[in-house]
């Protein structure tokens, strides 16, 4: 006799996450919000915000150890600006030019993991105040960098640009122009990166033994020591993981706007936290998900998009859904689980009361 | 060394700012015995476990693991379980976010890949093997505490441990369960695994262990064969003392049901937590609550002092009405609660000894009348010397004291307000054998020198019989009898509690 386990509490918080983005979803298209009722809409999401969902992810990963790290958004900036004046500047006009250029992003993504990892793990140092000064330097450094705004166009570096325009066609989920030609539905490479990304990182916390000691230090430090895992690497790992993504992010930022500038991905990391929370990762750490993130960054994006498609196109209605949905969401899952708590206390009550008759 | 030995430990030094935990403690266990490890609360039995298993580094001594060619060097929980050393701590050491399968194999496979079929398939064996109630993909804070404590032992037992650590492993499951674990000690046993049995519960361990060794304040008292150490020594051993002590607490034991005035009366008292009853208590009186955990007997006593929200009831106060809705009301009524958890209740941990002894009395002055430094001072030394309170200063913080010393701190709070009637609920729970024997004697003297009227409240019944003239007897929220003179025996006690009588 095989009987299904009841979900876990990620898988639960997954669950609802995705179900509230399909119902979310299905309401645009219905309802219908203009632009919706193409799958291009739906590519243009993930285009558009292929950088959150890799940076979801890294939050993710360091939110389910534990920890948090706020400087993403700063890392985004830096390294844009940095990959911008690399490209404009180098004599590498060809296909070693990008690869030099996503080597750069990288490299500032694992300085400042590292740094960062280190600081936290082996210092023992609060991971908010370590990154919050991350974010300072980071955000510092692109400024210092060039105040003014770097364009990389045609011009500057024609390699890059011609690659950056690459997009994948899906003729099938496209639509039928006024003019009766077939549009095609186009992906972007920054949307495939962030969609690998996320079966990656999947992969990661789920079948690696690294991926699954970050839940257990997140779940309970002590006993993860006691456990035998080597608590201090792992949570300097997951900071290292967490710092490549925000440069790979960051690097996917300046695929699909390719200037770099001091403001780029401003309050990113909030958003990027907020995905994460929505996604059912906990800030208490030891649980959550990167599928749940996506889906989570996903909502975040599509609420924005409903409310910029509507007529209440003012950002502060944009930030007061996305404030309320993140209020709701919190609320949804703590009674969720409380819920859940209270029902497996009396099932244990009542289990114990008949062994001990 | 003998050659039999699974682990030799020799002349282990431990100190901690401050004190000396572990002084020269040589320890031996041999292959396929149980041995206990026995000592009070501080004598140094947890520091020579995690000194064992690689928490706390040991400051000198050495360490053989057999199979291990020279000294054993153990700096992480990770180098204790290569060598074979596997511990069970009382508190779960496990990740109540991973499934039950994870928390089996985590932290010590190898390779870099997780294979959850292969894990579940071995933990479903192991599980079936063992008896133990859980599924291999439940996830592990879906059990009941009993059964994350034996997924433990599951995970212990699994790695092939030549020294399995059991550090308290009872106080969390019910006597099946205990039984159960201790058919699993037996067999391990039997496999030649060493284990080493820490516990409080002295019949428990006269029903497994081989062999005892003692500790006293990080000293080796010796290593005994369990023939030849009966009980009653080696509660001596541990106390350090003889057992005259406990036949003087008999004698001093004089106690009064005397008839004299009546100190408080309530009248179908009640309150959010507690059915309406009534009750009395005479001055220089010692009574008690008595009943199972949960039947009333702590929230009885809440009651009275207003520590919950009164519903209901009339009070008297030496003969007077008097309204006690809330503590601070039976406080200047003349009422003190010493409560059950000190902890959450009692002691503000990051306070110093004095200001924690100081604070019941100011609070009754009231805050605008603040007493002198000078004055403090001599209040907090009065009571750390009259209740022999073992603190480096008065400026110590209390949390750093011993949970006894805590305790007596707190009683020494509620004492300097010199309250005609105190209730002390559980004032001896947790902690030693030795500081026990000084409360329940203080009890007593209060009652005869200074009149006052007790309520005390254990879990012991031998303690309550000792200490107490009167009973009160609760089942279920409701007492259900009231025990004088010669009925004050053990055997009406439990016939009382468990009801049906005659």
Redesign the interface.
């Known amino acids: 006799m095989k009987r299904r386990?009841?979900l876990?509490?990620?898988q639960l918080l997954t669950t609802i996450a995705i179900c509230i983005f399909v119902a979310m979803y299905a309401i645009a298209v219905i309802a219908p919000v203009q632009g919706f009722e193409k799958f291009q809409m739906f590519f243009d999401l993930l285009n558009d915000n292929a950088y959150l969902i890799i940076i979801s992810c890294a939050l993710s990963i360091v939110m389910i150890g534990g920890g948090i790290n706020i400087s993403v958004g700063g890392v985004i900036s830096l390294t844009v600006m940095a990959c911008s004046l690399f490209l404009n500047g180098t004599s590498l006009q060809n296909g070693f030019g990008i690869v030099a250029a996503l080597f750069l992003a990288l490299g500032i993504g694992l300085a400042f993991g590292v740094g960062q990892g280190f600081l936290i793990s082996y210092l023992e140092i609060q991971p908010f105040i370590v990154t919050l000064a991350g974010m300072f330097l980071s955000r510092g450094l692109t400024t210092m960098l060039s105040v003014e705004p770097v364009k990389v166009s045609a011009q500057t570096h024609a390699v890059f640009y011609a690659f950056r325009g690459n997009k994948i066609e899906i003729p099938f989920l496209g639509y039928i122009a006024q003019n009766g030609n077939m549009i095609p539905a186009k992906l972007e490479i920054g949307a495939v990166v962030a969609l690998a990304v996320v079966i990656l990182s999947f992969l990661l916390l789920?079948?690696?033994?690294?991926?699954?000691?970050i839940?257990?230090i997140?779940?309970?430090q002590?006993?993860?020591?006691?456990?035998?895992?080597?608590v201090k690497r792992t949570r300097f790992l997951s900071y290292v993981i967490s710092g490549l993504l925000s440069g790979l992010a960051g690097f996917v930022f300046l695929m699909h706007k390719p200037t770099g500038n001091a403001s780029v991905a401003m309050r990113s990391e909030m958003d990027a936290i907020a995905a994460s929370i929505i996604g059912g990762t906990l800030l208490t750490g030891?649980?959550g998900n990167v599928v749940g993130s996506f889906f989570g960054a996903m909502i975040l994006a599509t609420i924005q998009k409903i409310i910029g498609m509507s007529k209440l196109n003012d950002s502060w209605w944009q930030d007061m859904a996305s404030g309320a949905l993140l209020g709701f969401f919190i609320l949804l899952q703590s009674v969720v689980l409380s819920e859940r708590d209270k029902r497996?206390a009396k099932r244990?009550d009542s289990?114990?009361a008949v062994?001990?008759e | 060394m003998q050659n039999d030995a699974v682990l030799t430990m020799r002349g282990i030094d431990k100190q901690f700012p401050g004190t000396k935990a572990l002084n020269k403690v040589d320890f031996t266990l041999r292959k396929g015995e149980i041995h206990a490890l026995m000592g009070e609360n501080g004598a140094g039995k947890s520091t020579l476990i995690k000194v064992l298993t690689g928490v706390h580094e040991k400051d000198g001594g050495s360490i053989w693991v057999e199979g291990v060619e020279g000294e054993a060097h153990i700096h992480s929980?990770?180098e204790a379980?290569n060598l074979g050393i596997a511990?069970v701590?009382q508190e779960?050491?496990?990740?109540?976010?991973?499934?039950v399968a994870?928390?089996m194999f985590?932290?010590?496979?190898e390779?870099?890949?997780?294979h959850?079929k292969d894990f579940e398939k071995r933990t479903t064996e192991i599980l079936n093997n063992l008896g133990i109630p859980a599924?291999a993909?439940?996830?592990l804070?879906?059990?009941?505490l009993?059964v994350q404590q034996m997924v433990a032992i599951a995970r212990a037992v699994d790695m092939n441990c030549k020294v399995l650590i059991l550090d308290e492993p009872t106080s969390s499951l019910?006597d099946?369960e205990v039984e159960m674990l201790f058919s699993l000690m037996r067999d391990l046993k039997s496999r030649g695994v060493g284990i080493i049995f820490v516990t409080h519960f002295l019949e428990q361990v006269y029903e497994v262990s081989d062999r005892i060794t003692v500790l006293r304040n990080g000293e080796l008292v010796g290593e005994y064969a369990i023939e030849d150490l009966p009980q009653v020594e080696l509660v001596a051993k541990m106390m350090g003392k003889d057992l005259n002590d406990l036949a003087d607490l008999e004698q001093i034991g004089e106690k009064r049901s005397a008839a004299t005035e009546v100190v408080y009366e309530a009248e179908q008292i009640s309150s959010s937590e507690s059915k309406p009853f009534d009750f009395k208590i005479h001055k220089g009186e010692v009574n008690g609550f008595t009943g199972l955990l949960g039947s009333g007997r702590s929230e009885s006593v809440r009651a009275i002092f207003g520590a919950d929200r009164v519903t209901g009831g009339k009070v008297k106060m030496k003969g007077k009405d008097t309204k006690i809705s809330k503590p601070h009301d039976a406080m200047k009524a003349g009422i003190g609660y010493l409560p059950e958890d000190r902890k959450r209740d009692g002691i503000i941990a990051d306070l110093s000894v004095r200001e924690n002894i100081i604070l019941a009395l100011q609070v009754m002055k009231g805050f605008f009348h603040p007493m002198t430094k000078a004055q403090m001072e001599a209040f907090a030394d009065e009571y750390i010397k009259t209740l022999n309170i073992k603190t480096a200063s008065q400026d110590t913080p209390v949390g750093s004291l011993s949970g006894g010393n805590q305790q007596k701190v707190i009683l020494a709070r509620w004492l300097l307000t010199h309250p005609d009637y105190l209730i002390l609920d559980e004032p001896t729970r947790g902690i030693d054998v030795g500081t026990k024997l000084e409360i329940q004697k203080l009890v007593l003297k209060l009652a005869t020198e200074e009149n006052m009227s007790i309520t005390f409240i254990s879990s012991e019944i031998e303690e309550m019989l000792r200490t107490c003239s009167r009973l009160i007897v609760m089942r279920d929220r409701n007492i259900v009898g009231e025990l004088t003179g010669d009925q004050l025996t053990q055997a009406q006690v439990m016939k009382t509690i468990a009801g049906g009588e005659q």
Do not use: F, H
């Open positions: 386990e009841p876990t509490n990620t789920r079948y690696v033994k690294l991926g699954r000691n839940y257990a997140g779940g309970n002590q006993s993860a020591l006691m456990l035998g895992i080597n030891g649980v497996r244990n289990k114990l062994q001990r | 929980p990770q379980q511990t701590y779960i050491t496990l990740c109540p976010n991973l499934t994870e928390n985590i932290g010590r496979t390779g870099q890949m997780v959850w599924r993909k439940q996830e804070s879906s059990c009941s009993a019910d099946k």
